[in-house]
């Protein structure tokens, strides 16, 4: 998690990153959410932008947009590597 | 993969479904292709988009929209169960 409104997944709990984003909207009044996530970790940032919008905060939540990209970046061993990443941004209505 | 330029994306070896994709712009000449998955083949699906957007189609293919969404169903035990879903829809440029 950082500064600006992101939650960034990783493997930590499942329920603390759906905590993190629906306590953002709550408890600090963002406007915004932004749920991070690059590689393997994608698949989790939709579960978390999904569990937190619809079941924890229906009809207050909307997915606003969603944008992928890929990373480069060079390995241990010097190989050039490309790694997806995803930014869901997730809005008060 | 279904019939309206769609790639759905499962546990084939990755090469495959960046191959329907291109394939599906080049050969079908299709103007967009829709690739979809659920729960885990998420991320997946990410990185076949980028691929074949990025590496296959530079400069002719581009992100038009991406959509997440969440199912339920049963599983065997009877017990509620929610996956979620992605469908990424690439056009030509």
Redesign the interface.
């Known amino acids: 998690m950082t500064g600006d409104n992101s939650v960034f997944i990783g493997n930590k709990p499942f329920m603390n990153y759906v905590t993190s984003v629906v306590m953002q909207f709550t408890t600090k009044n963002a406007p915004e959410v932004i749920v991070k996530a690059r ?5 989790r940032a ?2 978390v ?3 937190a919008a ?1 079941r924890f905060l229906d009809k207050q939540v909307d ?1 606003k947009e ?5 990373e480069e970046f060079e390995n241990k061993e010097g190989k050039r590597v ?1 790694v ?1 990443t ?1 930014e ?1 941004v997730l809005k008060k209505k």
């Open positions: 590689g393997k970790f994608i698949s939709v579960d932008s999904e569990v619809k997915v969603i944008k992928i990209d890929s490309r997806s995803i869901i």
